[in-house]
């Protein structure tokens, strides 16, 4: 998995926020990252989750809305072994709805394309990384530990 941490810690350190701090200070970063740490019935980290965040409910929920919303396909390529099939900021507020990335975009004082844009760019990466065998954990501290491991980066 080596090939694959370096590419993840990459990916990191080209979501730098104004201050020049790596992917534990930018609040985007944090924010994918608790969108797939949530599930149900409470935050899986030990800051408050945002309701937009929760609504999403986790990695299971995220892969559900793209199926639902015909892109199954990607998503099924960022759980999968081969190669990650790129997914647009569009097509990603397609899939979670305009709404949730309004909420974000307000919240972190972005622009909604700016919000899209990145989430697309950080979650293919992120999905790959909590299923490294190709399969969705179905212990979700896993992904927990899995998204830990890539903050200490």
């Given at each position: 998995?080596?090939?694959?941490d370096?590419?993840?810690?990459n990916?990191?350190?080209?979501?730098?926020?104004?201050?020049?701090?790596?992917?534990?200070?930018?609040?985007?970063?944090?924010?994918?990252?608790?969108?797939?740490?949530?599930?149900?019935?409470?935050?899986?980290?030990?800051?408050?989750t945002d309701?937009?965040?929760?609504?999403?409910?986790?990695?299971?929920?995220?892969?559900?809305?793209?199926?639902?919303?015909?892109?199954?396909?990607?998503?099924?390529?960022?759980?999968?072994?081969?190669?990650?099939?790129?997914?647009?900021?569009?097509?990603?507020?397609?899939?979670?709805?305009?709404d949730?990335?309004?909420a974000?975009?307000?919240?972190?004082?972005?622009?909604?394309?700016?919000?899209?844009?990145?989430?697309?760019?950080?979650?293919?990466?992120?999905?790959?990384?909590?299923?490294?065998?190709?399969?969705?954990?179905?212990?979700?501290?896993?992904?927990?530990?899995?998204?830990?491991?890539?903050?200490?980066?």
């Amino acid at each position: 998995m080596g090939l694959l941490d370096g590419v993840l810690g990459n990916l990191a350190g080209s979501f730098l926020n104004g201050s020049g701090q790596q992917q534990g200070g930018n609040p985007l970063m944090q924010l994918a990252m608790q969108m797939l740490m949530h599930q149900g019935g409470g935050a899986q980290s030990t800051q408050e989750t945002d309701p937009n965040v929760a609504s999403m409910g986790g990695l299971g929920g995220i892969l559900e809305a793209f199926q639902k919303g015909g892109l199954g396909h990607l998503a099924d390529s960022w759980v999968g072994t081969g190669e990650n099939l790129p997914v647009s900021g569009d097509q990603l507020t397609q899939v979670l709805g305009t709404d949730k990335i309004n909420a974000i975009a307000n919240q972190l004082g972005m622009g909604n394309g700016d919000v899209a844009g990145q989430l697309a760019q950080m979650l293919p990466q992120l999905i790959n990384h909590v299923t490294p065998n190709g399969q969705v954990p179905q212990d979700h501290s896993m992904i927990t530990d899995a998204l830990s491991m890539f903050l200490k980066r």
